[in-house]
């Protein structure tokens, strides 16, 4: 496909991942033009500072117009908001998508909203730091990552492969996924793993004899690499696990049986038992090694 | 302090520890004389060809012969043999120390065997990485870190200032501790974070309908950071879990509470909760950023 792939992008929602895309597409020359707003004029004002948008705009309705691409960066639980808000300004043939990292709720709140052609294509970069707003982004971003897309049934092609192209043009790999399948996976490959690093964490946090400084000291054995995860942006992560409730709750429940079932382990003094079940999970370390996630 | 510290250091054990400890000591020239021992065959030939060590022995009684420094570098369910077998070959006036990730238990099983006018002095330096055996050692494996020690009541104290500035000389800094007070404290910051990575690992390797390839592909949403902490050795956790019982159990209790309260949290919706508890966990990443422990 030849470039710019889109004649204006509109971005809602401008933080880390927002910030990151915008720069992206113009760095790539993706789109001809850059659109942006945030529910924040803090945020408004230091992504315009940050001069990687063509137009700023004070809400949703005015930054969709004349758009055939909106990508919707902003937590999930805002999404119901902003499709009410913009749906009388779509562009008839342009493409709705978000970078949510749960994707049912999107069709859920979007669907019934979006206009006769106007295309939904919910979309997952599945990609992040701990860092969150404008300053945080950065265009190297998606280098590498999978980009998750989850088109409902019957969606438009051609609009499925254009979008596929920007993710593409941006440095992710592209998987096309059915949205509850992405949900599972998801759930366990990063929603649980957000659940359990604010929990250990909050644990720690509450300890009377350990003291918050020793915690601190002495995190390098383990503990530290749970805070990076417990310090991702609270609201995005609050709107996940309200968005995703139903798998993350199975996986919950998976995971407490397992832990019960190693502490029994420990009680009891099984020691095979711990030794086999840690020489397995070594197995799935190199994986990720091999296929270049580590 | 002047150096060489030691004449005669024997360590026993040359895996990530005790090969990283052998090869610092050596750069810094701590010691006049490095001799090392180590259970398996080929972990001896190994480390022999690596060059990090002045001498090899088959077994710990002739390591320890006319050392002044015995650093027990094996996993904590060794101890016991170890001690048995190297009791009647310590020179008097020796210090006895060790590396384990646990600190009651070493006590537990060494200190009945130690001779009269030895000195026991049990160490943890709060370092490490995924990777083990006699390759995977580095010099540089302390610098900046934690390294605890947890003299008995009534140690002599030449030997305790003696012993800390060899791991001052590695780059640590020392921390003093009661042997529970470690336990208790390794229990939060590095114990449970590690039962925690290996169950959520088992957990993901055990789900039919997400297949192991879809979980490593997009690992990076959160999974991979626990990946990597479960790659660690198999048989040094295991024991490490079966040594500090107490304490181990007592954090999986905390957790578990925790993570039921988060779970309700999740199921009834209470979005405020959540969001309170996650940026309260934020503060502590910050901690461990100022004390550069991150």
């Given at each position: 496909m030849s470039k710019p792939l889109f004649q204006r992008v509109a971005l809602i929602g401008l933080g880390l991942i927002g910030s990151s895309l915008a720069r992206v597409i113009r760095r790539e020359g993706l789109a001809g033009h850059v659109a942006g707003t945030a529910r924040s004029q803090k945020t408004r004002d230091r992504a315009w500072e940050l001069g990687f948008l063509d137009s700023l705009h004070p809400d949703p309705a005015a930054c969709v117009a004349g758009a055939d691409l909106v990508v919707i960066c902003a937590p999930l639980g805002a999404y119901a908001e902003i499709g009410a808000a913009m749906r009388e300004h779509l562009a008839h043939g342009a493409i709705v998508s978000d970078v949510g990292s749960a994707k049912q709720s999107v069709i859920r709140d979007l669907g019934p909203v979006i206009p006769d052609g106007v295309h939904l294509i919910p979309g997952h970069p599945v990609a992040g730091t701990e860092h969150s707003g404008?300053?945080?982004?950065?265009?190297?971003?998606?280098?590498g990552r999978w980009c998750i897309l989850t088109p409902p049934p019957g969606s438009d092609e051609a609009a499925v492969a254009k979008l596929a192209e920007l993710w593409r043009c941006a440095g992710s790999q592209i998987e096309i996924m059915e949205a509850g399948h992405h949900d599972r996976v998801l759930a366990i490959t990063s929603h649980l793993p957000h659940i359990i690093a604010y929990t250990i964490v909050s644990t720690a946090t509450d300890l009377a004899d350990a003291t918050q400084s020793e915690v601190i000291k002495f995190?390098?054995?383990?503990?530290r690499d749970f805070t990076r995860i417990a310090a991702s942006d609270p609201v995005m992560w609050r709107d996940v696990f309200l968005n995703n409730r139903e798998a993350v709750l199975e996986m919950l429940g998976r995971f407490s049986e397992d832990l019960t079932a190693l502490q029994r382990a420990i009680r009891w003094g099984e020691g095979d038992k711990l030794q086999d079940l840690f020489t397995r999970t070594r197995e799935i370390r190199r994986g990720i090694i091999d296929a270049k996630q580590a």
């Open positions: 404008p300053e945080a982004g950065f265009p190297e971003l998606f280098q995190s390098a054995g383990g503990f």
